[in-house]
DNA sequence: ATGCGGACCTGTTAGC
DNA sequence: TGCTAACAGGTCCGCA
């Protein structure tokens, strides 16, 4: 489901409605997850006001005075403050529930996702410590990524969606960036010029900006987290889109397989 | 160090 | 209609 818009979208979804609010009490119907969530969570969390949600990379930090809990949503998570009445359905894992009787409700079919704590800084905790910059600010600039690239022979697509070279770049985003910056996606990083790799870096601000803006992008089944869908999706101009015409000159788009994730482009428009 | 494939898990859809 | 295979928005890990 999510790459960075729609984690994004999620996050300033749901931080109004925990900023400030005591946690009553944590469920768990589902503890395995991507890993387990530790059996502390709950002693760790009941208790505790939120005092803010944030984010890195896909990551969505819970903040306590007593620590953090760090979410992440896979493929297929969804995050929504529901009524804590409402009865959970089949892939509803985890209930922070507040005191106001509203609860944060963790919902992830694949349970690619994760729900983890942690008493010292979030930035500092394994996953998280080594994660490339965030792809809408200064350290995300042409000269650092250009410079990343030299000497790899990794696919560039491959290599714009390394959360470790830059984070919340996923498969969507990825390949409509290629596509507006006119590179071919199994190109090597380092054989891409450094004009080109202005263009992409540009694109890619420009495009996880504007999705966010919209909302992120709904294919099947994200929604906000008001449970409404996001409408990036209508923009795409080659994901989900193989065989059909380039929006630029009309040739059918092409369509392949990259580290295991379908990529689309334009044979003629991309080099 | 780099790059690749496999793994985690369920649901939906395409194809026979 | 029903079964099977392929695929889906992520990313860590182990191996070469």
């Known amino acids: 489901m999510p790459e960075l818009p729609e984690v994004e979208t999620t996050r300033s979804g749901i931080a109004p409605h925990l900023q400030g609010q005591r946690v009553d009490n944590v469920i768990i119907r589902q503890r395995q997850l991507r890993w387990p969530i530790p059996a502390s969570l709950k002693r760790h969390l009941v208790g505790q006001s939120i005092v803010s ?5 896909k990551y969505i930090l819970l903040e306590t005075l007593a620590g953090w809990g760090i979410l ?16 959970p359905a089949k892939h509803d894992h985890v209930d922070i529930v507040l005191c106001n009787d509203q609860c944060l409700r963790l919902t992830d079919p694949r349970r690619f996702g994760a729900l983890l704590w942690t008493k010292t800084d979030p930035l500092e905790h394994k996953l998280l410590a080594n994660l490339g910059p965030e792809p809408l600010t200064a350290a995300f600039s042409t000269d650092y990524l250009y410079q990343r690239a030299q000497g790899r022979k990794q696919a560039i697509k491959a290599f714009i969606m390394d959360s470790h070279v830059v984070v919340g770049v996923g498969n969507i985003y990825a390949n409509e960036a290629l596509f507006k910056s006119g590179i071919h996606p199994h190109r090597a990083a380092g054989k891409v010029s450094k004009a080109r790799f202005e263009s992409l870096v540009q694109n890619i ?8 803006k919209q909302g992120g992008t709904t294919l099947k ?5 008001d449970g409404k869908p996001g409408y990036f999706k ?5 994901y989900g889109r193989g065989g059909e015409p380039c929006v630029t000159c009309g040739n059918p788009l092409k369509e392949s397989r990259l580290g295991q994730r379908s990529t ?5 428009c991309q080099r």
């Open 53 to 57: 949600v944030g984010r890195r990379g």
């Open 72 to 87: 992440h949503l896979g493929m297929s998570g969804i995050l929504r403050v529901v009524d804590a009445s409402l009865p």
């Open 205 to 212: 601000k420009a495009i996880l900006a504007a999705a966010i």
């Open 221 to 225: 089944d994200f929604r906000k987290a």
């Open 234 to 238: 209508q923009q795409l101009q080659v």
């Open 264 to 268: 689309v482009y334009c044979g003629a």
